[in-house]
C-alpha cells in the first residue's frame, strides 16, 4: 500500500487548466481516470489528509503509485479524451456499466445485396440499421411476421438463400407470400432494396404514409371492381394496425428522445434507458455497475451518456432504430455545469440536442416509469449476483488476516493439473482480481518437461514457466535498470504494452498464489518461486478433503470457518481453475481420439490433408496409390509425397466397427465408412467427444 504523499506532485507543478489525469499503480497499469475543470484544485483533493477522502478514493490513492495528467483546451475536448482513456485502458475504480442482459435488436443488413430482415445481438455493425433493443426475441419475431405480409423482405440466411438459387426454388416463405424471393429473380436487386428501405421507415416511425399509400390503392381496387386485390389490401392496412399497436403511443407530439433514469445504493447502481422515436418506445436497455468511485446520480449519468453515445454519430432519423443521438435527452439529474455534456452530445449529433431533466407533462410521467424499471432492474440484479462488493472485500480481508498478508490479495492467480491416467497432462491459470474472475487473462499450459503423472512435478514445472515468462517480460520492457554497484530498480517501463495499454501476457504479478492440492504442490510451488529469486509473492494450497489451507513450511493447515466468505472465496477459485483444467484436457483428449493417419505426417496442414483426401475420396486410395499419384494433387510436391506414403505405410489400420444387430462392417479399417443398406439401423462405436 503507497503512502500518496510520495508521489504527490511539486506544488505549482500542476497547471490551472481544463485537463484529464491518470493514476498508476506500481506496475504502471493505469487504475483510474479522471477530468477535471482545473487540474490543480481536482489532483490536489486526492492528497489531503486520508482520513478524510470517502473509502473507495481512499483506496484508489492508496494503490495508486503515481499521478500523470494530459492539459486540453475545453472541457468538453476533456469529455471526449476521459471516454477515450476509459475504453482504452479499462481502469478497476472507473465506474464502468455492463449490460445486465445481451438485448436483441431488429436489424436491416443495408450493406447487403440483398437487404435481410434478422435478430442480431452484440455490438453494432457498420451498414446495418438497428431497431430496438427490445426485451424479449418473440416481440420482435411477432412484429416481423406481421410486416411481412406488406413488406416480404428476405428473412433467411445465406446458406438457405444460396441453396434456393441453386436448385431454382424459394423457400416456404416465398410460397406464402412472406418473402418476395430475390432468390429466384422474382424481384430485382433495386426493387427488394426498395422494399427494406420501406420496411426501414415503417419501423423508423415514418407509419401515415405507407397507411395512407395502402388506403387509396384499397379504393382505388375496390371502385374497378377487384375485390380480391381491395381485401389483400384490407388486411396488410389491419397487419400494420397491428403492429403498431405493439408499439403504443407514450408522447403525443411525435418526439425522438431517449429518457435515462438511475436507481442506486451504496455499493451498486443501475441505469435504465427507453429509446422513443415518433413517440413510441422503441427500444429498452438497461446497466449495471459498482460504484467503485465515490460518484453522485449526475455523475452516474454524465458516465452512462458516454458509455451511450460514446461510439454514436448522426441524429437518430439518419442511423435509423433506437441508434444515433436523438433531439432530446432526458435524466434524473444534470452534472455541473451541463454545458460541456450538451455540447459533446451536439457534437455528435451534428446539431442541438436538449439534455434536461423532465419537471412535468407525459415526459415527467414517463419518466417515472423509467425510473421504476431502474429500480426494478437494481433489486433483482441485487437477488442474482453471488456477492457484492461489501463482501468480496470482507472475503479478501480475511485471506490476508489468515495468511498474514500485509496487504489484501487484489490478485489471486489459481493452478489445478489435470490428466487421464498420466496421459494428456495440461494445467490451468485462473485468475480474481477483486475478487472477480478476469476470464480474458485465464492462461492454459501442456506439460512438456516429461511424460507420466506426477502432479508435484507439474506444478513446479507450471509455476516457474509462468513466472519465468514474467521476469522476462520485466526485462525486455526496461521494468528492470542496472544501477550503479549491480542493483537493479523499476524504472518508468512495465507489464503494460504502450502501444494498446493493456498489459502484456504475464506481466502483471499476483500478490497471491493458489495452488490446487496440500503439501507436496504448496511446496512445489514456493520452490519455483525460490529458484526465480521472487519473494513477494505469497503461496498456499486447498485441499479438497477437508478444505484446509496449507502455506510452506508448515507442518499444520490453516482452518478456516465454513461460513467463512475468505474459504468461500478461495473455493470459488480452486473450482474455477479446476473447471479450466478439465475443459482443456477434455479438448485435447477428443483432439486425439479424432486424429487420423494423415495427422502425424509433419509438415502436412489442414488444407493439404483435405485436398488429398478430396482427390481420392478415401483413406484406402490413397493409401493404395503411388508416390507418382500423390504428386498429381495441387500443392504436394515429391518430397512429401514421400512422406505421405511412408506414414500411411508404417500406420496400422484400427479394427473396423461393426453394426451388432445385423453383423455388417460400418467403417473400413481405413477409416472410410461404409454406406448401410436400406432400412438398417446405423450403430457407430462409441467415441469420446
Known amino acids: 500500500m503507497a503512502d500518496p504523499s510520495s508521489y504527490r506532485p511539486k506544488p505549482g507543478q500542476i497547471p490551472d487548466s481544463p485537463g484529464v489525469y491518470k493514476f498508476r499503480d506500481e506496475h504502471r497499469r493505469v487504475i483510474y481516470v479522471g477530468k477535471a475543470k482545473s487540474l490543480r484544485q481536482r489532483l490536489s483533493s486526492y492528497f489531503q489528509d486520508i482520513g478524510g477522502l470517502h473509502q473507495r478514493t481512499a483506496t484508489m490513492v492508496t494503490t495508486a503509485a503515481s499521478v500523470e495528467w494530459t492539459v486540453v483546451s475545453t472541457e468538453v475536448e476533456a469529455l471526449q479524451l476521459e471516454y477515450s482513456w476509459i475504453k482504452e485502458f479499462d481502469p478497476r475504480f472507473n465506474v464502468k456499466y455492463r449490460d445486465?442482459?445481451?438485448?436483441?435488436?431488429?436489424?436491416?443488413?443495408?450493406?447487403?445485396?440483398?437487404?435481410?430482415?434478422?435478430?442480431?445481438?452484440g455490438p453494432r455493425r457498420k451498414g446495418v440499421r438497428y431497431?430496438?433493443?427490445?426485451?424479449?426475441?418473440?416481440?420482435?419475431?411477432?412484429?416481423?411476421?406481421?410486416?411481412?405480409?406488406?413488406?416480404?423482405?428476405?428473412?433467411?440466411?445465406?446458406?438457405?438463400?444460396?441453396?434456393?438459387?441453386?436448385?431454382?426454388?424459394?423457400?416456404?416463405?416465398?410460397?406464402?407470400?412472406?418473402?418476395?424471393?430475390?432468390?429466384v429473380g422474382r424481384i430485382s436487386p433495386e426493387d427488394h432494396r426498395e422494399l427494406a428501405e420501406e420496411f426501414s421507415d415503417f419501423m423508423a416511425g415514418h407509419t401515415g404514409t405507407h397507411l395512407r399509400r395502402l388506403e387509396q390503392r384499397m379504393k382505388d381496387a375496390a371502385a374497378a371492381l377487384e375485390y380480391e386485390q381491395a381485401a389483400r389490401l384490407r388486411d396488410d392496412i389491419e397487419a400494420l394496425r397491428r403492429a403498431m399497436e405493439k408499439n403504443a403511443v407514450v408522447l403525443a407530439d411525435a418526439t425522438d428522445a431517449d429518457l435515462i433514469a438511475v436507481a442506486e445504493d451504496e455499493l451498486e447502481a443501475a441505469v435504465q434507458i427507453f429509446h422513443v422515436r415518433g413517440g413510441r418506445v422503441r427500444g429498452q436497455r438497461g446497466w449495471v455497475t459498482d460504484k467503485v468511485e465515490a460518484v453522485d446520480t449526475a455523475g452516474l449519468v454524465e458516465h452512462a451518456l458516454q458509455q451511450l453515445y460514446g461510439d454514436e454519430t448522426g441524429d437518430a432519423e439518419q442511423s435509423g432504430g433506437s441508434g444515433g443521438v436523438p433531439k432530446e435527452v432526458l435524466v434524473p439529474a444534470l452534472p455541473e455545469p451541463a454545458e460541456p455534456l450538451a455540447q459533446w452530445l451536439a457534437?455528435?449529433?451534428?446539431?442541438?440536442?436538449?439534455?434536461?431533466?423532465?419537471?412535468?407533462?407525459?415526459?415527467k410521467d414517463l419518466m417515472a416509469t423509467v425510473q421504476r424499471n431502474a429500480q426494478q432492474a437494481l433489486a433483482l440484479h441485487k437477488t442474482k449476483r453471488a456477492s457484492d462488493l461489501t463482501t468480496r472485500s470482507r472475503a479478501l480481508e480475511e485471506i490476508a488476516s489468515?495468511?498474514?498478508?500485509?496487504?489484501?490479495?487484489?490478485?489471486?492467480?489459481?493452478?489445478?493439473?489435470s490428466h487421464l491416467q498420466g496421459d494428456d497432462v495440461v494445467a490451468s491459470m485462473v485468475v480474481f482480481e477483486d475478487g472477480l474472475a478476469r476470464k480474458s487473462e485465464y492462461r492454459r499450459f501442456q506439460i512438456k518437461s516429461f511424460a507420466?503423472?506426477?502432479?508435484?512435478?507439474?506444478?513446479?514445472?507450471?509455476?516457474?514457466?509462468?513466472?519465468?515468462?514474467?521476469?522476462?517480460?520485466?526485462?525486455?520492457?526496461?521494468?528492470w535498470e542496472e544501477e550503479p554497484g549491480g542493483e537493479t530498480a523499476e524504472a518508468a517501463g512495465g507489464p503494460v504494452d504502450p502501444d494498446t495499454g493493456r498489459p502484456r501476457k504475464f506481466a502483471y504479478p499476483p500478490q497471491l498464489v493458489v495452488v490446487d492440492g496440500g503439501q507436496p504442490q504448496v511446496a512445489a510451488a514456493a520452490r519455483a518461486l525460490a529458484e526465480l529469486g521472487i519473494d513477494d509473492v505469497a503461496v498456499c494450497g486447498l485441499a479438497k478433503r477437508l478444505e484446509e489451507v496449507w502455506l510452506p513450511g508448515e507442518d499444520d493447515p490453516v482452518i478456516l470457518p465454513r461460513t467463512s466468505e475468505g474459504l468461500y472465496l478461495l473455493q470459488r477459485v480452486r473450482d474455477e481453475a479446476h473447471r479450466f483444467a478439465i475443459a482443456y484436457q477434455r479438448t485435447k483428449r477428443s483432439r486425439s481420439m479424432r486424429a487420423g493417419a494423415l495427422d502425424t505426417v509433419p509438415g502436412l496442414g489442414e488444407t493439404r490433408r483435405q485436398a488429398l483426401l478430396k482427390h481420392f475420396g478415401s483413406l484406402k486410395r490413397l493409401r493404395a496409390a503411388t508416390v507418382e499419384e500423390i504428386c498429381q494433387v495441387p500443392g504436394i510436391g515429391r518430397r512429401t509425397a514421400e512422406t505421405v506414403a511412408a506414414a500411411l505405410a508404417a500406420a496400422t489400420p484400427a479394427a473396423p466397427a461393426v453394426?451388432?444387430?445385423?453383423?455388417?462392417?460400418?467403417?473400413?479399417?481405413?477409416?472410410?465408412?461404409?454406406?448401410?443398406?436400406?432400412?438398417?439401423?446405423?450403430?457407430?462405436?462409441?467415441?469420446?467427444?
Not at 419475431?141 to 406481421?146: A, C, F, S
Request: contains cysteine; proline residues 6%; glycine residues 8%.
Open 402 to 417: 489468515a495468511l498474514d498478508l500485509d496487504t489484501a490479495p487484489l490478485r489471486i492467480e489459481c493452478y489445478d493439473i
Open 347 to 363: 457534437a455528435r449529433r451534428g446539431s442541438q440536442v436538449s439534455l434536461r431533466v423532465p419537471q412535468r407533462g407525459d415526459k
Open 659 to 689: 453394426n451388432t444387430a445385423t453383423g455388417e462392417i460400418m467403417e473400413e479399417a481405413d477409416g472410410t465408412e461404409a454406406v448401410p443398406a436400406a432400412g438398417a439401423p446405423s450403430h457407430h462405436r462409441g467415441k469420446s467427444r
Open 131 to 183: 431497431f430496438g433493443p427490445y426485451a424479449h426475441a418473440w416481440a420482435i419475431r411477432e412484429t416481423v411476421d406481421l410486416l411481412l405480409r406488406v413488406f416480404p423482405v428476405r428473412t433467411c440466411s445465406a446458406g438457405v438463400f444460396k441453396r434456393s438459387a441453386q436448385i431454382g426454388r424459394p423457400c416456404l416463405l416465398g410460397y406464402i407470400g412472406k418473402c418476395s424471393a430475390p432468390c
Open 452 to 479: 507420466g503423472q506426477d502432479d508435484v512435478r507439474s506444478m513446479h514445472e507450471v509455476i516457474s514457466r509462468r513466472f519465468r515468462r514474467y521476469l522476462q517480460e520485466k526485462q525486455r520492457t526496461s521494468e
Open 100 to 121: 445486465d442482459k445481451s438485448y436483441p435488436s431488429l436489424a436491416v443488413t443495408m450493406h447487403e445485396e440483398f437487404p435481410r430482415v434478422q435478430v442480431m445481438r
